[in-house]
């Protein structure tokens, strides 16, 4: 079976709460997830959408959601000063990292999100970004400059056209076998979905 | 203890997949909720936002995903042809019967509910809201010749104000004991908020 495609883009609260999850959702029916980073931004751009941080009355409610809900999960939960921030670099060093070696590029992955909403780090900087990198035990330095690669930024203009072919316009947004979930409250769907084979 | 607080849209399919179980789950911790019908337009002149059929890849997802949630709880869903409609005069014939007999009124929102969702009836057309009234034991006729009332038109303005005054954005949007929780994927989370008294 193909992998559960998992869309999130390194700035949204919720996807870092599912990306907490989804990996021993997935491993419970043997299945693997594809991480794949993108820029949110980039459907906005299509639906019109505005982030929900910057909305009136849907910010206060964020602000007390997500916190609410990293508890109810038992993860850590910090909002940075730089909350929101434009993830392109953490997004273009992940594929970078993931045409080397990919387990390496999701440890990279889960990592990046935990220093940004775990910790509160500000990982569009480029010394934040090195650190995460050498923490998962790549060249933090060399996955800093990789980055700003002309051939990476490239790539990842595919990767976000990729999503948004694929009508991928939130964060998270899993497709399992083409099946699409929006949000991280649609993880216990998800569940039901790879335990019963669809409904 | 105070009632759980149910705001919804006649006219939004995931109030409607919300009011086929938030009476249950209620009931099952002893709690009563308080139906509040109100115009999501509303708060959507205060957020900027725009219905999510209305809005291009929400509207795919939506035409997916409702359908799929409406299975996996068991309850009808047919999506009438009229859909979406402005469901001022439904919100102010409940209001109205509120006035009369409390009991009534929150059988009747059950039956609209069902009639536009569950069913595909145009609720916003008066014999639809008529039958709809007198399937209820009301007077159908009377019903809807109310929701044309001035005094009935000020009360649910009032009612509109009062739930954008309290920061309520979505349909459906659950209060329980002031903790606010948006979305039909969030029920979940109010039966564990009711289950554990927080987190």
């Known amino acids: 079976m193909s992998a559960i495609e998992f869309y999130f ?3 949204s609260p919720y996807g870092y709460l599912a990306s907490t999850q989804i990996d021993d959702i997935a491993a419970r029916y043997g ?3 594809e991480w794949c980073p993108y820029l949110v931004g980039t459907a906005m751009k299509a639906t019109g959408h505005q982030p ?4 009136p009355m849907f910010r206060d409610y964020v602000l007390v959601d997500v916190p609410r809900f990293a508890r109810l999960l038992g993860v850590p939960f910090k909002l940075a000063d730089s909350f929101p921030l434009v993830a392109t670099a953490a997004s273009r060093a992940y594929y970078w990292l993931q045409g080397q070696d990919p ?3 999701h440890a990279f992955a889960k990592a990046a999100y935990h220093a940004f909403f775990g910790e509160g780090k500000d990982i569009s900087k480029v010394d934040e970004l090195q650190a995460v990198g050498d923490s998962c035990g790549t060249d933090g330095k060399r996955l800093a400059e990789a980055a700003r690669d002309q ?4 790539l990842f203009k595919q990767k976000n056209d990729a999503a948004l072919a694929k009508g991928v316009f939130g964060s998270p947004y899993i497709l399992v076998d083409g099946e699409p979930f929006w949000g991280a409250d649609r993880l216990y769907q998800v569940e039901k979905w790879l335990e019963t ?3």
């Open 103 to 105: 387990e390496r590029a």
């Open 31 to 33: 299945r693997t997830v």
């Open 52 to 55: 929900m941080v910057n909305t």
């Open 197 to 199: 084979g669809g409904w």
């Open 9 to 11: 883009d390194f700035s």
């Open 151 to 154: 051939a990476v930024k490239d």
